[in-house]
């Protein structure tokens, strides 16, 4: 059977599961369409955690980023791991045991400010929007590349499944997909890694690997062997230090306290039945994203071994020490026609030199060989993943398999995303701005439509992509860290926080990340209005805009304590609520009196 | 002891057992993997420098015991201080 065919048998049975547990998972009251009636087990609800956590970024995007940054990209494997161990011990449970639907609904009634609440559901549309669009254009770039169907007919076909399940189902259907879409995603991103490790060190566990010595009879380990070729063509070593220490270690916290503060990951734990299943469910999302988390090293440092050995076949400088273009391996043909991978003979050898024809030191020698520039123009780290089972030269079942997870991994996160928008909209909007006496049935309607209509925007959105579209990720994170969390914390671990404080808190976290991600990438994101280049030595202290949100949170967490000692306290009944919360006993009856 | 001050030693026992947690938290992450990365990576084990397998593997593995370790300490707490749900 031929690639193509097989693509569309394996993604066609996959949606074909999502849908089939969509019509068993039909959600009936806005309880189950919210958090799914709060009766997931908490490992099923890790798994689903998991599986709405890890994005096409993830799963495509993020080894290649490992391939190519080496140990600087430890920051994205620590970031946004860590975050699971702060909601663990210091959120989770505690909004478990508040027991309502939203994260907005908490900062409202632990404030008692409807001010607290707006500010709050602001900085969620915001985020989830942003991440939203990133997760539909993956879904069109998975279809047009594996598929070879239009771009935008990839993101309809995506949009018309999310419709059919988040619609119906809610929560309840969400979360039953996305179970089924996080066994599909870790199998189609583990199987390739096992066979590539195996091939280069023997040892078919990838996380061992990665510490194994090579199996090519140089007897070196792999990551010394990765380290010295990148260094002879000019490349940082891989597993030196690039980025400044204080820079690595904000941009770490921020990720952290980012991931903690993300509104649709703290909302998966509404959804357990007990507070003490919040914490372990916890647990249990993180080692079943640690299972991808700590193969994606591995991938990337093969990957990228990979890659050089394939072009540099010989040694640095010898006449014949590099692949004849006409020689070139199938794979890489197949993504030079993507445009994903370009090469140009800017010395006109017919052989592909590859190296950093940037570095100063390696000039003179690349001069000296005949060298005149790095001719591999283009190298998309998106593709490492995604070529891997081809360089790999593992059968097409696995490729298929590869689209598959690539398609499960967007929809998954796309759907937790379009709950987190529709649940603000129809719950904290709605029901609590709006009309607060709006009926069950017309509320659970309410959201349905909240829901279809954004979908229909993440679509277009997803067909339209705005240029800023990357660089908004960092602004997603900026202010789940600057704002929510430090909000959240507070009114969990400081009884006298009052309204006043908690408000200007969130406003100078907010207004201060914004700012100085503004101040270097333009106002809004528009190009030219920026006030200085993004440039490290522009930047205050040497912070760039991404590691922000870590000192906008603690700029938060200062002018709210500050504000709070000289404003009256809150009043008896929020300190009750807070030394209530603080309590598993009675989660149950706050549940039950909601 | 009176319901309120049972809670209030229930609370400080947790608030002992986050911080202690958040320690190993920041130890095995920003210290190991970031701070002193140099000084470790000149211990090897297997293939692995030592900082760098914190950065990238270590911490990661520590972070998923840590959150079990501290579910599982709460529970205990929980019924010790019979503030469990059930």
Known sequence: MDLKTLTFLVVGATFALYIGIAIWARAGTTKEFYVAGTGVHPVANGMATAADWMSAASFISMAGLIAFMGYDASVYLMGWTGGYVLLALLLAPYLRKFGKFTVSEFIGERYYSRTARLVAVLCLIVASVTYVIGQMKGVGVAFSRFLEVDFHTGVFVGMAIVFVYAVMGGMKGITYTQIAQYCVLIFAYTVPAIFISLNLTGNPIPQLGLGSHMTDGSGLALLDKLDMIVSDLGFAAYTAQKKSTLDMFLLTLSLMIGTAGLPHVIMRFFTVP?????????????????????????????????????????????????????????????????????????????????????????ADKAASFGWQGNEMIKVDRDIMVLANPEIANLPNWVIALVAAGGLAAALSTAAGLLLAISTAISHDVIKGMISPD?????????????????????????????????????????????????????????????????????LVGLFSTLIYIFWFKGWFFVPGTEMAANTAENWFMGISPESFGAVGAGLNFLSAYVVSKITPPPPEHIQHLVEDIRVPMGAAKAAADH | MSQQTQRQAYWS??????????????????????????????????????????????????????????????????????????
């Open chain 1, 438 to 506: 709006i009926s069950e049935a017309k509320e659970l309607l309410a959201s349905r439509l909240a829901m279809a209509g954004a979908i229909v925007v993440a679509g277009y959105l997803g067909m339209n992509p705005p240029g800023f579209a990357a660089q908004v990720v960092a602004l997603a994170f900026g202010l789940a860290a600057s704002s929510i969390f430090p909000a959240l914390m507070m009114g969990i671990f400081n009884k006298n926080m009052d309204n006043i404080g908690a408000i200007v808190g969130m």
């Open chain 2, 13 to 86: 026992a947790n608030l002992k057992l986050v911080a202690m947690c958040l320690a190993v938290w920041f130890v095995v992450s920003y210290l190991f993997g970031i701070i002193l990365v140099d000084q470790l990576n000149a211990i090897k084990i297997g293939g692995y420098r030592l900082g760098f397998w914190f950065a990238q593997q270590g911490s990661m593995y520590i972070f998923v015991v840590l959150i079990f370790f501290y579910a599982a300490r709460m529970r205990k707490l929980d019924q010790k201080f019979n503030v469990n749900e059930d």
């Open chain 1, 274 to 362: 007990k507070v003490a299943d919040a914490r372990s469910s916890a647990g249990w999302a993180l080692v079943f994203i640690a299972i991808l988390y700590t193969t994606a090293p591995a991938v990337g440092a093969m990957a990228r071994l990979n890659l050089m050995n394939t072009i540099q076949t010989g040694p640095v400088g010898s006449a014949d020490g590099n692949l004849i273009y006409a020689d070139r391996p199938e794979w890489f043909k197949n993504w030079e026609t993507t445009g994903l991978l370009q090469f140009e003979d800017k010395n006109g050898d017919g052989r592909i030199q590859y190296y950093d024809d940037k570095s100063a030191s390696f």
